[in-house]
């Protein structure tokens, strides 16, 4: 079992930053993907970043150029840094995690491709952080 926790969120003006984080504990040796998923109010969860175990990046289309995930292997911690904010960023992101395998594919290829999905496949999932963006 892995637990995943989220903090970091709150309300910031456009054009602001907010960093999340989301610290794991448990049976952590098993995971090979991790990632941040958002849902907006009235929306579909959407992937936003992924990155693997050894640190390869990819982003949504919304993310890229304004996100930046990373992870901290020693402290088993991942993070979300947000940069110019806007106000279509606000929703609850989530952190996901899970292991090697996706639709047919393995490691870097399966982690890239739970970028574009709504992370169902994940098997671990954090509480959740509210992001509020006003204008």
């Known amino acids: 079992q892995v637990r995943l926790v989220e903090s970091g969120g709150g309300s910031v003006q456009s054009g602001g930053s907010l960093r999340l984080s989301c610290a794991a504990s448990g049976y952590t040796d098993s995971i090979s993907c991790m990632g941040w998923f958002r849902q907006a109010p009235g929306e579909e969860r959407e992937g936003v970043a992924t990155i693997d175990r050894v640190g390869r990046t990819t982003y949504a289309d919304s993310a890229k150029g304004r996100f930046t995930i990373s992870q901290d292997n020693a402290k088993n911690t991942l993070y979300l840094q947000m940069n110019s904010l806007k106000p279509e960023d606000t929703a609850i992101y989530y952190c996901?995690?899970?292991?090697?395998?996706?639709?047919?594919?393995?490691?870097?290829?399966?982690?890239?491709?739970?970028?574009?999905?709504?992370?169902?496949?994940?098997?671990?999932w954090g509480q959740g952080t509210q992001v509020t963006v006003s204008s």
């Open positions: 996901a995690a899970d292991g090697a395998y996706y639709n047919g594919l393995y490691h870097y290829a399966a982690c890239t491709a739970r970028t574009q999905t709504n992370g169902r496949d994940f098997g671990y």
